[in-house]
T-cell receptor
Framework: SQQGEEDPQALSIQEGENATMNCSYK?????LQWYRQNSGRGLVHLIL?????REKHSGRLRVTLDTSKKSSSLLITASRAADTASYFC?????????FGKGTTLSVSS | NAGVMQNPRHLVRRRGQEARLRCSPMKGHSHVYWYRQLPEEGLKFMVYLQKENIIDESGMPKERFSAEFPKEGPSILRIQQVVRGDSAAYFCASSSDVVDEQYFGPGTRLTVT
């Protein structure tokens, strides 16, 4: 069964705007990770947030985690055309990562 | 520090042949994971290995698929008697600890004709 579900499935914005993606999951976790995948390429690790953390920043990325609601959000500020990609959340209830189907972000210039 | 290496990047096999996919983890990483990604889908966990041990193979099909991570050399994902449904991108990831970030290789895209 799907552990992580991203929302929305697709998002189109203009350069300079902020992009927010949400992820919901079902079981308790050790950590939650966000990845980016450009079309036909491998995954790039963006950020890991542990179950005892509520918010984390990395450059233009801001991730929040609400374990009571079993949800996380990824905010990309001041988006660029190069941010166009699919974004996946992955939860780690145990050893394996469980991925959602991703949010496809399109940033137009 | 080289990242996770996978080879080949593209592999074409006819139905019934064997596919061998290789993964060299990042230096210092002893945990290796294999995932499969079907078109327009997220990644699905297959197997988790440490040196010479399979720790979790709950995502691996029971038949035709096997994985190893020998003491020396890369981790190998082996698919025997491939079928068209095995066509997918296979990603390997490694981590220094089981609860740390997993870093992914570029993937092997398997096409079964």
């Amino acid at each position: 069964s799907q552990q992580g579900e991203e929302d929305p499935q697709a998002l189109s914005i203009q350069e300079g705007e902020n992009a927010t993606m949400n992820c919901s999951y079902k079981t308790s976790i050790n950590n939650l990770q966000w990845y980016r995948q450009n079309s036909g390429r491998g995954l790039v690790h963006l950020i890991l947030i542990r179950s005892n953390e509520r918010e984390k920043h990395s450059g233009r990325l801001r991730v929040t985690l609400d374990t009571s609601k079993k949800s996380s959000s990824l905010l990309i500020t001041a988006s660029r055309a190069a941010d166009t990609a699919s974004y996946f959340c992955a939860t780690a209830p145990a050893t394996a990562l469980i991925f959602g189907k991703g949010t496809t972000l399109s940033v137009s210039s | 520090n080289a990242g996770v290496m996978q080879n080949p990047r593209h592999l074409v096999r006819r139905r019934g042949q064997e596919a061998r996919l290789r993964c060299s983890p990042m230096k210092g990483h002893s945990h290796v994971y294999w995932y499969r990604q079907l078109p327009e889908e997220g990644l699905k966990f297959m197997v988790y290995l440490q040196k010479e041990n399979i720790i979790d193979e709950s995502g691996m099909p029971k038949e035709r698929f096997s994985a190893e991570f020998p003491k020396e050399g890369p981790s190998i994902l082996r698919i025997q008697q491939v079928v068209r449904g095995d066509s997918a991108a296979y990603f390997c990831a490694s981590s220094s600890d089981v609860v740390d970030e997993q870093y992914f290789g570029p993937g092997t895209r398997l096409t079964v004709t």
